[in-house]
């Protein structure tokens, strides 16, 4: 390994290990001690730093989100890691992402799944997270701009949704694009104010089950139909 080489792996260790720790702090909320090991592996091999603005790229592997243009950021890794975690992905799932941004959640996903879905409503976002996705060979993600309050009804159902921006209210067409058992991860609450994470499951009757994760500060989920 030359020098670069050497940095950027320990700069990848730094990461899932600040993970693993953020993971322990926070059980006390969230009842979840240690993250699956899939999702961990995951985290080790996306390029983090391919998705993060150049002039940045020597915080790609800190502990926190980063700024990507558009007035959005890039989540903090630990978040990325545990709704990837509560999503429960097995590798013949199809699942959903509201709010594509940098395309790194997609990205993390895509590697665990079958098949990602991920709608965006600021076109420039979209387009450069097609290009990294086109650079890294990542061909199992299908983007879209739009407004992801109305989920992407073409495919679905999903065996899982994830929304990376803050909601006012737990959007309907969500829950009724998720299948039976999959779960709806996804932070709620006012904009830059209390908001918390929550998994929402469907059972099989379309009964929903929600538990409070965790509190947490996302961009806010912008509805504008
Ligand atoms: N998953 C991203 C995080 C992006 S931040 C990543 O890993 O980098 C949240 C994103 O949600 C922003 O890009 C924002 O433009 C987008 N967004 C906000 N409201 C939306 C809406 N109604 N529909 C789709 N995308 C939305």
Redesign the pocket.
């Known amino acids: 390994m030359n020098e670069e080489q050497e940095r950027r792996a320990e700069g990848i260790r730094r990461m899932l290990e600040d993970i693993a720790r953020e993971t322990r702090l926070t059980a006390p909320f969230t009842g979840i001690e240690e993250l699956d090991p899939r999702v961990m592996q995951a985290m080790a091999e996306v390029p983090r730093d391919a998705?993060v603005p150049a002039e940045l790229r020597h915080r790609a592997w800190d502990n926190g989100p980063l700024p990507?243009g558009?007035g959005?950021?890039?989540?903090q890794p630990f978040i990325?890691a545990l709704m990837t975690h509560l999503l429960e992905p097995e590798p013949r799932d199809r699942m959903l992402?509201?709010?594509?941004?940098?395309?790194?959640?997609?990205a993390v996903l895509s590697r665990l799944v079958d098949r990602v879905y991920s709608?965006?409503?600021?076109p420039e976002?979209t387009a450069e997270a097609i290009r990294i996705y086109q650079e890294l060979g990542y061909d199992n993600i299908e983007t879209r701009v739009?407004?992801?309050?109305a989920g992407w009804e073409e495919h679905a159902p999903y065996d899982g949704i994830v929304v990376?921006?803050a909601a006012s209210h737990v959007p309907p067409a969500l829950v009724e694009q998720l299948a039976p058992g999959a779960h709806l991860v996804i932070p709620v609450g006012p904009p830059y104010g209390r908001q918390e994470l929550l998994q929402i499951t469907r059972d099989q009757e379309g009964q929903v089950d929600t538990r409070d994760i965790l509190p947490v500060a996302?961009?806010?989920?912008?509805?504008e139909d």
């Not at 509201?98 to 997609?106: A, D, E, K, L």
């Not at 996302?218 to 509805?223: E, K, L, Q, R, S």
Request: charged share 15%.
């Open positions: 998705f990507i558009k959005q950021t890039i989540s990325v992402e509201v709010g594509t941004g940098s395309g790194y959640q997609g709608v965006e409503r600021v976002l739009g407004n992801g309050f990376t921006a996302f961009v806010p989920m912008i509805d």
